[in-house]
């Protein structure tokens, strides 16, 4: 049987899928710390600036864990506006462009097992956007053994390791990806029987295609879509976790290079503020 806690979290968790269904959002994708299972429910904007496009979105995650070894999340989103502005100089036209783009998002859905404190893996699901974007079309599948560990009892270390597969559209088959995310997490003055205090995390995730994607609707020798790739995406959060009704809210600002390359200079921003619920 479930205690009054659990069945709390339990209706507060159907609540939020209810939620998310009738005003139907979805999300983009944003670097997360690695993580093992817990039980929050959070929400956010984030600003991004991605190949010369403005966008802002707002934003509604949860987490359900019925215990320490397995939970199951939803991240949704829905993208108010995108806006792109093209400048022509040397006595040449500007041109300036609102695309107008709002509404349906990414989202994902998924599930964390951890049967050692140590150990676990994520199974992860992407769905397509609708009008809030105008990437990601594909279907993601994806799967990714992740450990932590303890350096002290206010710092851990998480590394994670990514395979993502994309399911088939339109005879277009996207490739396969790779990636390996390590994140830090510090907490600072903290009060860990209230959960409160600070905490800071720093992660790091570098990601590549592994094979290039297909064209089927193209001869064989012509298939190939030249499309390999690989960068680097980082993130900071910085949350200040405070007592409310024997719970733990936490307000958290964070910034992220969403696209960056090995040898090259990020060329694109993410800005987020978020508050996060914590059923204890």
């Given at each position: 049987?479930?205690?009054?806690?659990?069945?709390l979290?339990?209706?507060?968790?159907?609540?939020?899928?209810?939620?998310?269904s009738?005003?139907?959002?979805?999300?983009?994708?944003?670097?997360s710390?690695?993580?093992?299972?817990?039980?929050?429910?959070?929400?956010?904007?984030i600003?991004?600036?991605r190949?010369?496009?403005?966008?802002v979105?707002?934003?509604?995650?949860g987490?359900?864990?019925?215990?320490?070894?397995?939970?199951?999340?939803?991240?949704?989103?829905?993208?108010?506006?995108s806006?792109?502005?093209?400048?022509?100089?040397?006595?040449?036209?500007?041109?300036?462009l609102?695309?107008?783009?709002?509404?349906?998002?990414?989202s994902y859905?998924?599930?964390?097992?951890?049967?050692?404190?140590?150990?676990?893996?994520d199974?992860?699901?992407?769905?397509?956007?609708?009008?809030?974007?105008?990437?990601n079309?594909?279907?993601?599948?994806?799967?990714?053994?992740?450990?932590?560990?303890?350096?002290?009892?206010?710092?851990?270390?998480g590394?994670?390791l990514?395979?993502?597969?994309?399911?088939?559209?339109?005879?277009?088959?996207?490739?396969?990806?790779?990636?390996?995310?390590?994140s830090?997490?510090?907490?600072l003055?903290?009060?860990?029987?209230?959960?409160t205090?600070?905490?800071?995390d720093?992660t790091?995730?570098?990601?590549w295609?592994?094979q290039?994607?297909?064209?089927?609707?193209?001869?064989?020798?012509?298939?190939?879509?030249?499309?390999?790739?690989?960068?680097?995406?980082?993130?900071v959060?910085?949350?200040?976790?405070?007592?409310?009704?024997?719970?733990?809210?936490?307000?958290?600002?964070?910034?992220?290079?969403?696209?960056?390359?090995?040898?090259?200079?990020?060329?694109?921003?993410t800005?987020?503020?978020?508050?996060?619920?914590?059923?204890?």
């Amino acid at each position: 049987m479930l205690s009054r806690t659990q069945r709390l979290c339990f209706a507060y968790s159907v609540l939020a899928v209810l939620l998310f269904s009738v005003v139907s959002l979805h999300a983009r994708e944003t670097v997360s710390p690695v993580r093992g299972p817990a039980s929050y429910a959070l929400f956010g904007s984030i600003a991004e600036l991605r190949d010369d496009v403005y966008s802002v979105d707002l934003n509604l995650a949860g987490e359900y864990a019925p215990c320490k070894c397995f939970s199951i999340y939803g991240d949704f989103s829905y993208r108010l506006l995108s806006y792109e502005y093209d400048l022509m100089l040397h006595d040449q036209r500007h041109e300036a462009l609102n695309l107008h783009v709002n509404g349906l998002n990414e989202s994902y859905l998924g599930a964390k097992m951890m049967p050692f404190p140590f150990f676990g893996v994520d199974f992860n699901w992407r769905l397509p956007p609708r009008e809030g974007s105008r990437v990601n079309r594909f279907h993601r599948l994806g799967i990714s053994p992740f450990g932590l560990y303890d350096f002290t009892k206010n710092l851990t270390f998480g590394l994670a390791l990514e395979y993502f597969t994309f399911l088939e559209k339109q005879n277009y088959q996207p490739g396969d990806e790779l990636g390996v995310k390590g994140s830090f997490s510090w907490k600072l003055l903290w009060d860990p029987d209230n959960h409160t205090g600070w905490q800071l995390d720093y992660t790091l995730l570098y990601r590549w295609r592994i094979q290039e994607s297909e064209n089927m609707n193209m001869d064989k020798p012509y298939r190939k879509m030249d499309d390999l790739e690989r960068g680097f995406r980082i993130r900071v959060d910085a949350a200040r976790y405070i007592s409310v009704f024997k719970k733990s809210l936490g307000i958290a600002l964070f910034y992220e290079i969403n696209r960056g390359y090995l040898f090259g200079v990020e060329t694109g921003h993410t800005l987020g503020l978020y508050a996060k619920f914590l059923f204890l």
